[in-house]
């Protein structure tokens, strides 16, 4: 068995499913179905059931998932360790980071780093906050982008920005409005919910009038622009934005209610050469505006 085959098998455990597992790996159906068939005769075992609602691992099959991880995580370790004695940078730098965080800092972000060293490669995983600190440690990821630490390590973080929450619409409001006013809510994290809900029930005796209820905060943040209620949205969406009008969020003591973006990663990681130039980038980046104040130097 080679790489590939232990990158079908992780790639089929974590997605469970033919369809997807096909797409990511750019195969064809038929093509990743016999090669499955052919790796369950070369381990003698039956990696896996296929039903009506989709696949299950056995638990042979689950074993054979957990290893490939490891030989994966070996050769990739290996691979940079290689890359580390070069003079040059390159390899795939892994990173995870929630939707908004994805589609507002990293393509600008990654795309100067690329500029700097064209022969890095990205591996980008989108998840919530609560969720990158899981695939840091399951998919041996470098790096994590999240809006709240969560008690990750504080000598392996890095704060980014920070960012405050506002009350947004496209018309003059008060505060005080905000009860007779039409709310844009937005599907979000547990303890992202809690922190907002907290902040209302402090300021206001009846709940929020929810004219509309969308799947994402990028869709909200749309139908707030479009004039179809108001939203209470991060900064980071609504800094020079044109028509709008915002009221920052404080708490009881009239402190602002704050949204820190961190940087974080394992320790040790930034003994590789790549690990640590991306890193040494970043601190050099202004996240107010996603710019990188260094000279360009390799």
Known sequence: MDERDWQII???YEEKNITKTARILYLSQPALTT???QIENHLGITLIYRGNKGITFTSAGERAAIFALK???EISTFKEELANLGDEIGGILRIAAPS???SYYLPQLLSKFQELYPKVTFDISIAPSSKVLGLMNSKALHFGFLRNDFGWDEHAKLLLTTNYVCAVATKPFKL???PDMTRIDYDTEVYYRTFLDAWWNDNFKVPPKIGMQVSNLDLSKEMVFKGLGYGLLPSILVDD???????PLCDKKGKLLARNTWLIYKSGILDMKLSRTFYEFVKECDFGKCLYKGEGKK
């Not at 934005?241 to 009221?247: D, E, Q, R, V, W």
């Open 10 to 12: 992780k790639t089929l």
């Open 35 to 37: 090669r499955i068939k």
């Open 71 to 73: 030989i994966l995580n």
């Open 100 to 102: 908004i965080l994805a």
């Open 176 to 178: 005080e409005d905000l």
């Open 241 to 247: 934005k044109p028509g709008l009008y915002s009221i």
